[in-house]
């Protein structure tokens, strides 16, 4: 069976898509183009960000409908983790919520992507 090691966004800049979880997650950007860039989000999982408009096959459907999850420790965490990323100015689409799952919030990237934080199990 093949490994997990690539996940691609769709966006309307690589370039500035690429600036932008740079910064957030603190990781260099590997590989870029005007049509595609590319980063570790782990030591086994890239993310590539490629260019809406140059995807071959042609993408369909709406910008902006994945979620990257990432897993903190607790509710704290999460709570820590909101409040930093919207004093950098990122759109919030979910307060810190109590879920079925866990404590999460949600963010949103440039091109509307959903950045889901979450505590397993710290919400039910």
């Keep these: 069976m093949p490994n997990f090691s690539f996940l691609i966004l769709y966006v ?16 260099p950007v590997r590989e870029q183009s ?3 860039a590319m980063l570790p989000l782990s ?3 890239m993310l590539g960000l490629w260019s809406r408009q140059a995807v071959e096959p042609a993408a369909t459907g709406a910008g902006g ?3 990257i999850a990432f897993t903190v420790a607790d ?6 983790l909101h409040r930093e990323w919207a004093a950098r100015g990122l759109a919030i689409a979910q307060a810190p919520t109590a879920m ?3 404590t999460t919030f949600v963010a ?11 505590a397993p199990g710290a919400g039910s």
């Design 75 to 80: 509710a704290a965490d999460v709570g820590e």
């Design 108 to 118: 949103l990237d440039p091109d509307g992507h959903r950045l889901r934080v979450f």
């Design 100 to 102: 079925d799952f866990g």
């Design 43 to 45: 030591d086994d999982t």
């Design 12 to 27: 309307d800049n690589p370039p500035k898509s690429a600036g932008f979880y740079a910064d957030l997650l603190g990781r």
């Design 34 to 36: 005007p049509t595609f």
């Design 65 to 67: 409908a994945s979620e």
